[in-house]
């Protein structure tokens, strides 16, 4: 029974499970470009993730990596991809505040389909030179702002300073660097692209990373697959001469 006006996730029946699998199936003949669409600007964890991801399973050569204000964005960006033989790929965060929320609002995509694990870039509070200067004894001024993601924003709650929420970590670098708040909780890469100065280092714990896919990817790696499996079997298969 089905009920009018309820929607149903998408079966992933035939898709690679296994990363050689995913390996062998992206970097077939079959998948001719690899576009993944990352949360902006540059100098995010995901965007870092996402390079290592593409050179872990060997398909650099045919990937491209284009930069969003969101993860709702790049999502969007995904599914506008319906060329034969381009794979769309949008990545997210395990620890993304709306992860719950994106994974049943778009039961039609496969949000999981394959995984980085990856220590973060130094997450860190970081400010602006003169800023730094006026820090005396370790303690940061209570009237001072901080930019920062909503995922990490928890990192400053012992500050007692207001947080200002931007989209990622780097544009939390940004923001600081235009003078739009007085710190910012940042990572390392983008630290230094902004020309900030680091007050405290937060450390850099394993984050998980998520490679989705949509239906339109998915028929693809499907058909792929199958295509994989088929060489796999003509390699093994004895010879009749």
């Not at 390079?51 to 399973?57: E, P």
């Not at 450390?203 to 339109?216: D, L, N, Q, R, Y």
Request: with cysteine; net charge negative; aromatic share 8%.
């Amino acid at each position: 029974m089905a009920i009018n006006g309820l929607r149903k996730f998408s079966v992933a029946d035939g898709l690679p499970q296994e990363e050689v699998d995913q390996m062998d199936v992206l970097g077939s003949e079959v998948v001719s470009r690899v576009v993944c669409y990352v949360l902006g600007p540059k100098g995010t964890n995901i965007e870092q993730a996402t390079a290592r991801w593409l050179n872990r399973l060997r398909v650099t050569g045919k990937s491209e990596i284009h930069l969003c204000d969101t993860p709702e964005e790049c999502l969007q960006a995904a599914r506008q991809i319906t060329e034969d033989g381009v794979v769309a790929v949008y990545v997210t965060c395990a620890v993304y505040a709306h992860e719950s929320t994106f994974f049943f609002c778009n039961p039609d995509v496969y949000p999981f389909f394959s995984q980085e694990i990856m220590l973060l870039d130094k997450m860190q509070l970081a400010t602006r030179p003169e800023m730094a200067a006026s820090i005396a004894d370790g303690i940061v001024p209570k009237d001072w702002t901080i930019s920062s993601h909503p995922s990490p924003q928890y990192l400053a709650n012992g500050l007692g300073c207001k947080i200002v929420i931007v989209n990622s970590n780097a544009a939390a670098a940004e923001h600081c660097r235009e003078s739009l708040s007085s710190a910012c909780i940042t990572t390392e890469s983008a630290q230094k692209r902004c020309g900030l100065v680091t007050l405290h280092e937060f450390g850099s714990p394993a984050m998980v990373f998520f490679f989705g896919i949509t239906e339109h990817g998915a028929n693809i790696i499907r058909r792929a697959f199958k295509a994989v499996l088929v060489d796999r079997t003509d390699f093994t298969r004895p010879s009749t001469k």
